[in-house]
Structures are given as structure tokens and as C-alpha cells.
């Protein structure tokens, strides 16, 4: 074959390669922001700073992360929302962002923010101290049915996802008198189970994982529809109580973002959760991947929004 045939078949091969394999847009800027209103070391900073060391390269892009506290997460939105939308700002989200913005009423809420993209779900969990009677969640909630006020329960503020957790179960259950007894840290909420004090405790499998990986807690059920990897714990739904209420972690922006940057973050993202290195550190936090693109995700806060507003009326904590 000449030079010139072999030149041609080469171009053409080269082509061809450039059609099966779908481009990464370039990311339009070097350098982006993402905010969190989490401590360092908590929930979202943790998952923010895991994952950059992994999406920087995917996206080209170099991640700064910023602890912007206060207010429940009310300052974060208002550095986020007037922050141009150019792609170099952006909020790692869960349900706080929704409940801060019913409950306080900050001059930026939810609704001045545009979700980009769902990464994961939390599951949230039953605890229970590893000496404990308790072997299910059932025997705690027959316990408590059974002996009016004398059942103990723990959980978080009123405002948080264990506390609609524990009265969706009371209801489903019919428990009509126990103790629940709110903390404001997930920590304290944790040694009153280890003492003994309650029966059990609701929260997140990384607020209590040395714990578990110690021995010294036992979880009684999730609140997911299907069983958590490695968690060996079956769900409040199997055990005959059809309570599911997961955490979401997502990333939203400022409103206005361009179809360019929003596209970045859907090709990014499923790129990243199939990285066996990082697949790791999340399977070893107990998260669950769960991506949505912004078509999906924007109906589902949205819905998410309309749930806790309607939850925290019947309970009477707005009108």
C-alpha cells in the first residue's frame, strides 16, 4: 500500500474513533467554588472535599471548597445567589437548604437557586446500643405500643429529617405515647444511646460509623426502600412500617446557568461515581449513588419542597 492510501486509511480510522467516543466539553472556567454551610469535617464539607480530588481532573477544573456557616445554611445561599452564573459557583445541596428557607424566611430561599445535579442519597437509620434488648426495630415500637410512655426515642431538632422520620413512624405504627427526645448534635444524640437512655436513635450511618465498626452500636432498621450495602440491616419497610426518607446531596447554582456548564456536571458526574477509587470511599460512607440531571433533579426538589412544607404545617411549626 503507497504512503498516500496508507495516510488516507489512517485519517479515516482516526474519524471514525472520534464519532464512537462521545467529547467532554472544555469546562469554560479553571477555577470554581463550591460552597457548603457544613462545618469542616461534617456531611457535605466531607462529601464536597472526597469528591474533588476526583472530579477536578474529569472536568478540568481546579475545586476550591469554602465553609460559608450560619443561619442553617442561609449565608451560603446568600453568597450563592447573586454570584454570576458563569459555572464558577455553585452549593452542595441536601434538604436543609429547603427547610432553612420555610422556617426563617431569609432573604435568599431555595427557589433563587437552580439544582444542577443529584449525587447521592443518605440513608438514615435506627440505632441502637450493641448490649441492648432491642434486636429489630419491631421489638423497640411493640415496646413502646405496648407500654404507653415508657418507649424512648432520639433523634435531631424538630426540623430534621429523623424527626419527620419518628412521627411518620409513630403514625404508621400506631404508637400514640413515647418519649422523643430532640438533641441538637448528632454526638450527644449517640452516647445517650450508648448509655442505655434510649432505645434507640435515628441519624446517619457516617455520624456513627466508629461505632459501629467497633461494635459498640447495632443498627435496628433503614429507612431506605432497599437494603444499604454493607450495612447487613434490613429495612423499617420489611419489618412491616412503610416509612422512606432519604437525605439528597446534589449541586445547584446560581439561576441562569448556560446549557454548556449544566452539561459539564451531567457528563462529569456518572464519570465519577464509576471510578472504582472513589467508589470506594463512598460505598465505605454507606451512601447510595443516585444521579439525576437537571430535568430530574429540578421536579424532585421541587417535590421534596412541597413534602416538608406540607409536613411541617400538620405539625404545626408554620402555617
Known amino acids: 500500500m503507497s504512503r498516500k492510501k496508507l495516510l488516507f486509511v489512517f485519517v479515516v480510522v482516526a474519524f471514525v474513533a472520534t464519532l464512537s467516543v462521545p467529547a467532554f466539553a472544555e469546562y469554560p472556567l479553571k477555577t470554581v467554588k463550591l460552597i457548603t454551610h457544613s462545618s469542616p469535617g461534617g456531611g457535605t ?89 432491642f434486636k429489630t426495630l419491631k421489638e423497640a415500637v411493640d415496646f413502646a405500643k405496648n407500654n404507653p410512655g415508657k418507649g424512648t426515642w432520639g433523634t435531631g431538632t424538630p426540623t430534621e429529617l429523623g424527626q419527620e422520620i419518628i412521627q411518620r413512624l409513630k403514625r404508621v405504627a400506631g404508637v400514640n405515647d413515647v418519649n422523643v427526645v430532640s438533641f441538637e448534635g448528632g454526638g450527644d444524640l449517640m452516647l445517650n444511646v450508648l448509655s442505655g437512655r434510649l432505645d434507640f436513635g435515628m441519624g446517619e450511618p457516617g455520624e456513627i460509623l466508629s461505632q459501629l465498626q467497633e461494635g459498640k452500636l447495632r443498627i435496628l432498621a433503614t429507612f431506605t426502600d432497599e437494603e444499604v450495602k454493607g450495612l447487613g440491616a434490613p429495612t423499617a419497610k420489611s419489618q412491616g412500617y412503610d416509612v422512606v426518607l432519604t437525605k439528597f446531596r446534589g449541586i445547584v447554582g446560581p439561576k441562569g446557568l448556560p446549557a454548556n456548564v449544566v452539561k459539564a456536571w451531567e457528563d462529569a458526574i456518572p464519570k465519577l461515581l464509576a471510578l472504582p477509587e472513589y467508589k470506594a470511599i463512598y460505598e465505605g460512607d454507606y451512601l447510595i449513588p443516585n444521579f439525576m440531571p437537571q430535568k430530574d433533579f429540578k421536579p424532585y426538589v421541587e417535590q421534596r419542597a412541597a413534602n416538608i412544607e406540607a409536613y411541617f404545617k400538620e405539625i404545626g411549626i408554620i402555617k
Request: hydrophobic share 40%.
Open 45 to 133: 464539607d466531607r462529601f464536597l472535599r472526597q469528591a474533588v480530588g476526583y472530579l477536578g481532573p474529569i472536568m478540568g477544573v481546579d475545586f476550591v471548597v469554602e465553609n460559608v456557616r450560619g443561619g442553617s445554611g442561609a449565608k451560603a445561599m446568600a453568597a450563592l445567589a447573586p454570584a454570576a452564573p458563569d459555572g464558577g459557583t455553585f452549593y452542595g445541596s441536601t434538604p436543609t437548604y429547603i427547610n432553612t428557607s420555610l422556617l426563617s424566611k431569609p432573604e435568599y430561599t431555595y427557589k433563587d437557586l437552580e439544582p444542577v445535579v443529584c449525587v447521592f442519597l443518605d440513608p438514615m437509620v435506627a440505632y441502637t446500643a450493641a448490649d441492648s434488648k
